[in-house]
């Protein structure tokens, strides 16, 4: 997004939202004065007024900053060495306060997404490719293990179905943090050496996203081991089935059977909610290169090149090198992550930039 400030459609657009927060200001305090206006209107304009004012005090204080940056640079001509010293460290702290406050517009142009805040629901599956692409499965689930550990955010695994060999059929974890899924949506999508697949899913809470028990029907069996053998006596193993819709969420992971049908509910709860949320919100992403949720997941995102020890991701063209420090999940997974963030800034942007193009035509 650091090119966006160039771009007179984004000046246009900024001019226009001051523009439109000074009528809504000015209408709202000859409302209050004269009196002549609704209580609800009233409270519509105040709302919007408190909406746009974090953005609107941002856009002046670098209009300020930009002319300060202006007067400074005369000053480099001075004969004066200590004043041209001066004016050159002024100068680097306007660029940096200018820097500073274009992202800070950028942010709060950009609005946050509602799932942004949410933990998530994170789901592994080996495809084709036998018992290699269990293999890559288990190293790509450790890689995500050690991001959340990098991260502080907390990783609890919901279902693990392993293979004879130690490799991973399919895994569903559940991960909670500050920014979690913020940090993890790019993730989804295709992973090749040997294919496997991610998805990842927001997780609602309770009160925000309910499930009619009568919905579900709920069983229970013994847990089963690599192979299919049992592994305990007792019938601790629970799959809930959604039967509205068919989908499903098993969990044998604990002991107790009360805390399997817990782990089974939130993995199906997730499921559910994001097939919900993509209905809502795929009209706005299919336009997007950078595409997240369930809609990513037959999409080829990244190839791990072992021969090359190279990482593409190829919805942004990005290369890393070294795969033994990127599978730690530590600070290159880190770096690929905020890239993407930052692309898809940029095509939320040029959306937005767009719609008021559309608007003036």
């Known amino acids: 997004c650091r090119g966006a400030f160039a771009k007179r459609s984004l000046q246009d657009y900024l001019k226009k939202t001051e523009v439109e927060y000074n009528d809504c200001l000015r209408e709202f305090n000859k409302g209050v004065t004269d009196q ?44 004066d060495p200590a004043l041209r010293e001066l004016a050159e460290l002024e100068r680097e702290s306007c660029l940096q306060d200018i820097q500073d406050l274009n992202q800070k517009i950028l942010d709060l142009l950009i609005p946050e997404e509602e799932e942004d805040l949410s933990d998530l629901v994170l789901e592994v599956k080996a495809g084709v490719g036998g018992q290699e692409a269990m293999l890559f499965t288990s190293e790509v689930l450790e890689m995500y293990h050690g991001y959340a550990h990098h991260n502080g955010w907390s990783f609890d695994i919901l279902e693990h179905m392993t293979s004879e060999l130690g490799g991973l059929r399919h895994a569903s974890v559940s991960i909670s943090g500050p920014q979690s899924y913020k940090r993890m949506k790019f993730e989804a999508g295709v992973h090749r050496v040997h294919t496997m697949t991610v998805a990842v899913l927001p997780q609602p809470t309770e009160i925000s996203f309910t499930i009619n028990p009568k919905d579900l029907r709920i069983d229970t069996m013994r847990a089963s081991g690599a192979g299919g053998q049992h592994v305990n006596t007792t019938d601790s193993a629970v799959r809930i089935v959604h039967l509205p819709t068919g989908v499903v969420a098993e969990c044998q992971q604990e002991r107790s059977q009360l805390k399997n049908k817990e782990k089974a509910m939130k993995a199906l709860r997730a499921k559910l909610y994001s097939i919900k949320h993509e209905e809502e919100t795929s009209k706005r992403y299919n336009q997007r290169k950078v595409q997240i949720g369930t809609r990513g997941r037959s999409e080829k995102i990244r190839t791990y090149n072992f021969a090359q020890d190279r990482i593409t991701d190829h919805r942004i063209g990005m290369t890393v090198h070294d795969i033994k420090s990127f599978l730690l999940g530590e600070n290159l997974l880190d770096e690929m992550n905020s890239s993407l963030q930052e692309f898809s800034n940029q095509e939320i942007l040029m959306e937005l930039l767009g719609e008021n193009n559309q608007g003036k035509s």
């Not at 940056?69 to 000053?75: A, F, G, I, R, S």
């Open 36 to 79: 002549q206006c609704s209580q609800d209107e009233l409270r519509t304009k105040r709302a919007k007024v408190s909406l746009l004012a974090p953005l609107i005090q941002s856009v002046r204080e670098l209009d300020a900053k930009q002319k300060e940056l202006v007067e400074t640079e005369t000053l480099l001509t001075e004969e």
